[in-house]
């Protein structure tokens, strides 16, 4: 019973490091998937261009919107590294059918190739195309929270909602995405012809847009894209070099990458405290094997008595670390799959934005169990050595 709670208390210590180690490492791999998730749902290597302020008279003014759909058209037929483009115009107001209303989140005016820069597919029916945007067709297409407060389980294509008094019918349903990083749920928005919004909702006659949506050809265009929007637009406003311009132009995949290098830093952050716990567990491990060969001081001489020499039993106590080592390892790696996947059910049942993903890292598991092999080679080295270089003839004596 001795030896079976000096050998319990030596495991103990390196299964609470290798399991700390990879929770810690796989909570920050799932929260290093949520963002790169989320920052995939706002569409396919998006960059949104925003006006700036207009010049008039030498004074900047703020507040004027200075881009323009033809911005928007400029942008996607004179670059090359572009897939899509599209106009935002931004409305607010009531959704009302029959006896029920409700205040969406996201009231949009679009264009046609919306869902391609959003990579957002449609659930039931379709979208409205250019020819219903250049006649500013009161159509629209509504995403899943829509359906549920308005219609339940009545089949909205078709139906007519009116928005500010004035009819929009229903062509399209969008795909569910669910909310976004910060708990804005994306189901809650109807999309209409942006001419629409500017003129029936707006009741304006100008061209302007509250911002440009541009979806690259892929990741690695996303620089040469940039660079094409802001020359095209600095040819169309007419800034002259060294000038500030009236518009700016975001990319999103800068943004997340940002976001990964913070939550890749703090991830090892955590690994290194909780690898502190490893160091610990190496150091019980030292300690009770020193133990250990304190009270086999007997048993060790008559092993030498009989034979055995200083190397055999360096083996012996060496080998006896590695695999206490080892089996606190795999059971640290098993509690901590388990602690990484419990913590993150516990965040999504306490955060009502966010759906973390379960994510187990093997390769911090297989480092993990590697470790706690090399700290059974490293703390039980000393013990074993000392156990090789005792006196036989003292050892025999010693009671």
């Known amino acids: 019973m001795k030896n079976k709670l000096r050998a319990g208390l030596t495991v103990l210590g390196v299964v609470i490091g290798i399991a700390a ?29 925003l006006p700036g302020s207009q010049q008039r008279g030498g004074v900047r003014q703020a507040g004027i919107l200075t881009l323009t759909a033809a911005d928007a058209e400029a942008i996607g037929s004179e670059s090359r590294a572009i897939l899509a483009v599209s106009p935002i115009v931004g409305a607010q107001g009531q959704v009302v059918f029959g006896n029920a209303n ?16 959003r990579n957002w597919k449609l659930q039931a029916g379709g979208f409205f195309a250019r ?4 006649a500013g067709a009161q159509v629209c297409v509504i995403g899943n929270t829509i359906v549920a407060k308005l219609f339940q389980t009545a089949n909205p294509l078709n139906q007519v909602i009116r928005v500010k008094n004035i009819p929009f019918r229903v062509i399209g349903v969008l795909e569910k995405k669910g909310v976004n990083m910060v708990g804005d749920d994306q189901d809650n928005i109807v999309l209409m012809p942006f001419t629409t919004v500017r003129k029936r909702l707006q009741g304006s006659n100008f061209n302007n ?23 095209i637009l600095y040819e169309r406003h007419g800034i002259a070099p060294g000038e500030k311009p009236d518009f700016s132009v975001q990319d999103t995949t800068e943004i997340a990458a940002t976001l990964g290098v ?35 001081t007997r048993e060790i001489g008559i092993r030498m008595a009989i034979g055995a ?9 060496l080998v006896e670390a590695i695999i206490l080592s080892s089996i606190g390892g795999f059971i ?21 934005g966010t759906d973390w993903p379960i994510i187990v890292s093997l390769p911090a598991a297989a480092v993990a169990m590697l470790f706690a092999a090399a700290v059974g080679i490293f703390f039980g ?18 009671e």
């Open 21 to 49: 180690v990879t929770t810690m490492v796989s909570i920050g791999q799932s929260a290093s998937a949520l963002v790169q998730g989320q920052f995939a749902a706002l569409g396919t290597n998006v960059i949104v261009v």
């Open 102 to 117: 409700w205040s969406p989140r996201d009231m949009q005016g679009v264009g046609a190739d919306y869902l391609t820069v």
């Open 131 to 134: 020819e219903e945007i250049n």
């Open 209 to 231: 847009v509250n911002a440009i949506m541009v979806s690259a050809i892929s990741p690695k265009v996303m620089d040469t894209a940039s660079r094409e929007i802001e020359q």
């Open 262 to 296: 913070i939550t890749g830093t703090l991830t090892m952050m955590l690994a290194t405290i909780a690898g502190i716990s490893l160091l610990v567990g190496g150091v019980g491990i030292m300690n009770i094997m020193l133990v250990s060969v304190t009270e086999r």
């Open 309 to 317: 020499r200083g190397k055999d039993i360096l083996r012996q106590f």
């Open 332 to 352: 640290g790696v098993v509690l901590g799959m388990a602690a990484s996947a419990g913590a993150t059910l516990l965040i999504n049942s306490f955060s009502s």
């Open 381 to 398: 080295y000393y013990p074993a050595r000392r156990a090789s270089q005792l006196d036989p003839i003292e050892a025999l004596r010693y």
